[in-house]
């Protein structure tokens, strides 16, 4: 007997947006175990019109979203029975049992059942709730329900089966035993993501004179997805150095334990050789294995959203673990290059020293809302402009707008095209420049953005100035939030595995990625200013409150404190870490200086700068540290204290002290008059008006300049020229 039940504590307790259990029994044994809090006015509707889509006979695959849960149903028409897989996303990723067939009659009826229940109350209890073109889709699929039943004839399909070994030892294979055809018919169905992929198969683990040290049965989608989760997690344990790690592979028991400092793995009761690094690599390897395998079966799926997930994933973690490369090595001399960091361009090409450059204007875009609260980065194409309202790309060339968000309750946006729209009721995912959003879900009614972070396949933002929020990139599903209480103001930032989230009434906390569980909270006695900033496996943090301001050093992975520096200055700059000492730079009695910590909290040199009032920013240099002022006046100071070189004010004062930019081996110091300038030197090669109302600064790759002014003008300028002195 099929049952389609819904709790009614919603009905006793009326909300905006009710919320309640919905669960589907098999002869009294839930199927749905864990979904007590589902959006019903979504959850609802979905399911019924799925199975009437199935119950006709237009459809012969659904697939239902249970949100809070983390659940998908998964329905396939076969004959005249429903087959229905319920797979959980949430950690670790599986089928919660073996898929099960139900008569489609009885599950059209216990549903329709169920759905008529559920519109009835709805509409005594709470009915502005369902209206209009929901409503009415609903209660076609209610009607649909009622019809008879046609089940057309199908063929058999012919059976897909692949074996795929592992490329190296230790690797995992897979199995891929289609006899349903999964992969294609859904594909080529245009059936559901998720659906298309769940074919049953196997994963298994060999390793030296062990060819099957491990294996599981299921769909080896979902073995590969958590599996890939936990090489990120065993990655990080490596990297922080712990002598242990114990995990079951893909949540399937025995119990793996790791000896990362000896190279040993136990496994049961049996001991092996078996290196951390070398298993990090075999399990994000599987995944992308598994993704070239699909995609050679069904062309179409390689678009499909879930598997380019997962070997973005995959690809990304293999990323983190290459290692140094060397140079290659010509007539027994090894040729030297310079180490760049990611993203950083290579210095301009001429043929002597460096002395003049050229900028002529390129386009200009006008009238961009809260440009004094609005945000100016650098995408793949070009700037992104992101304010609390509206989001907006730019070609870099022509100008031209790309994409363009706008919501009444907060916009947040990334460089790399994702973007968040909130309004009263709902909350859209963007990526790119299509016009439609790849996913929405209700919202609680609180502003969100405009900062985003993406990270692990999650995108991090604040709700109303403090409250953290995870969102899955390719779902949309709410993963974790954080609320901290008596909290004003939050500062979010990304350390590796870890989320810090500072705020304003002196607690610092430290949350998985993964599921936002609270790893550590560090407690300090003043609030904090900004958000931590990274320091190798530590973080650095600001505090300050009045005349009183102080450097906090804690573990990142622990969050233990190491040291507290307490500061005699006012208007403190963000601290810069370089090597083994941290730079910050203040004002001091109404002169700026600029401060050198060691790694133990101990001062090593205070020097003053002679740059005008504050506050000031820094940037790292080979061999020293750029200071500039809001008046557009900089210095160089090297390691040890020593001045290099000085150039003074360029114009009025800015509102606030921006960041210089190194690219291409210049300076570009902001100020009311831009200055690229010589890092070696000091010579001022070039100069371009921005402005005394300037509220941020950008340089692509090719030393092109982006100007934000306080009217919300963005102004673009292109390098046409640089001349240099040529000495015989």
Not at 26 to 45: F, I
Not at 419 to 431: D, K, N, P
Not at 445 to 450: H, Q, S, T, V
Not at 626 to 632: D, E, Y
Request: glycine content about 10%; some cysteine.
């Amino acid at each position: 007997m099929i049952r389609f039940r819904i709790g009614h504590r919603w009905k006793r307790e009326p909300a905006e947006a009710p919320h309640d259990s919905v669960s589907m029994e098999l002869d009294g044994v839930n199927l749905l175990p864990g979904a007590v809090e589902e959006p019903l006015v979504e959850a609802v509707p979905a399911l019924v019109e799925a199975v009437a889509g199935l119950h006709v006979g237009g459809r012969r695959l659904a697939q239902v979203s249970l949100t809070e849960a983390h659940l998908e149903l998964v329905l396939r028409r076969s004959g005249a029975d429903i087959e229905l897989q319920v797979a959980s996303l949430s950690r670790p990723a599986r089928l919660l049992r073996p898929p099960l067939r139900l008569d489609a009659e009885e599950l059209a009826e216990a549903v329709r059942a169920g759905g008529q229940g559920f519109l009835e109350d709805l509409t005594q209890v709470a009915p502005r709730r369902l209206t209009g073109a929901a409503r009415q889709g609903f209660e076609r699929a209610l009607r649909l329900l009622e019809e008879p039943v046609h089940f057309p004839e199908e063929l058999r399909p012919e059976p897909f089966t692949r074996r795929v070994a592992p490329p190296s030892l230790p690797g995992f294979g897979f199995a891929l035993d289609d006899t349903d055809d999964v992969l294609r018919r859904s594909a080529r169905e245009k059936g559901p993501a998720l659906a298309s992929l769940l074919c049953p198969g196997e994963v298994w683990l060999s390793l030296e004179e062990r060819p099957v040290a491990w294996r599981t049965s299921g769909p080896p989608f979902l073995t590969a997805l958590e599996l890939a989760r936990q090489a990120a997690d065993l990655a990080r344990a490596v990297e922080l150095g712990e002598p242990r790690f114990s995990f079951e592979p893909a949540g399937v028991r025995p119990e793996l334990t790791l000896d990362l400092k000896a190279g040993e793995a136990r496994l049961g009761r049996a001991t092996f050789p078996l290196r951390g690094e070398a298993l990090v690599e075999a399990m994000y390897h599987l995944g992308q294995a598994l993704a070239v395998a699909m995609s050679e079966r069904e062309r179409s799926l390689a678009g499909n959203p879930y598997l380019v997930e997962l070997a973005e994933r995959c690809r990304e973690g293999l990323s983190h673990l290459r290692g140094a490369v060397q140079p290659p090595e010509e007539s027994g001399t090894a040729m030297a290059r310079a180490a760049q960091s990611p993203g950083a361009s290579r210095p301009l090409k001429v043929p002597g020293r460096l002395r003049r450059l050229r900028f002529d204007d390129l386009w200009e875009q006008r009238k961009l809302a809260d440009a004094d609260r609005g945000r100016l980065m650098l995408g793949r194409q070009g700037p992104v402009y992101s304010s609390p309202q509206m989001a907006c790309a730019f070609d870099r060339k022509s100008g031209k707008q790309i994409w363009r968000r706008a919501a009444t309750h907060g916009v947040a946006a990334s460089t790399d095209g994702y973007s968040l729209a909130a309004s009263a009721v709902r909350v859209c995912g963007f990526h790119g420049k299509g016009a439609g959003a790849r996913w929405l879900h209700d919202h609680d009614g609180l502003r969100i953005g405009p900062l985003l972070l993406r990270q692990d396949g999650l995108l991090l933002t604040l709700s109303d100035d403090r409250i953290a929020l995870a969102y899955n990139e390719v779902t949309g599903r709410e993963m974790w939030r954080l609320s901290p209480p008596r909290t004003r103001r939050s500062y979010l930032g990304i350390h590796a595995h870890r989320a810090l989230l500072a705020t304003d009434s002196g607690y610092l906390y430290g949350l998985d990625l993964t599921d936002g569980q609270v790893r550590f909270r560090v407690s300090a006695s003043l609030p904090f200013l900004g958000t931590p900033v990274p320091w190798g496996r530590r973080f650095v943090a600001t505090l300050g409150q009045g005349s009183h301001f102080a450097l906090l050093l804690s573990d990142a992975h622990t969050g233990e404190a190491a040291w507290t520096y307490e500061m005699s200055l006012s208007l403190p700059s963000a601290p810069l870490p370089s090597g083994k000492r941290l730079y910050v730079a203040g004002e001091l009695e109404g002169e700026g200086v600029l401060l050198c910590l060691d790694a133990n909290g101990q001062t090593r040199w205070q020097r003053a700068l002679h740059l005008g009032p504050g506050p000031f920013a820094l940037a790292r240099l080979p061999g020293g540290v750029l200071v500039t002022s809001a008046l557009g006046a900089a210095t160089r100071m090297s390691d040890e204290g020593e001045v290099d070189w000085r150039v003074g004010a360029a114009g009025e004062q800015l509102s606030k002290a921006l960041q210089p930019i190194i690219s291409r081996g210049v300076v570009l110091v902001p100020g009311e008059r831009v200055r690229a300038v010589d890092p070696d030197s000091g010579n001022v090669l070039a100069e371009v008006r921005a402005g005394a109302g300037l509220m941020a600064l950008q340089v692509d790759s090719q030393l092109n300049l982006y100007f934000l002014d306080e009217l919300g003008t963005l102004s673009a300028y292109r390098l046409v020229s640089h001349f240099a002195v040529v000495s015989n």
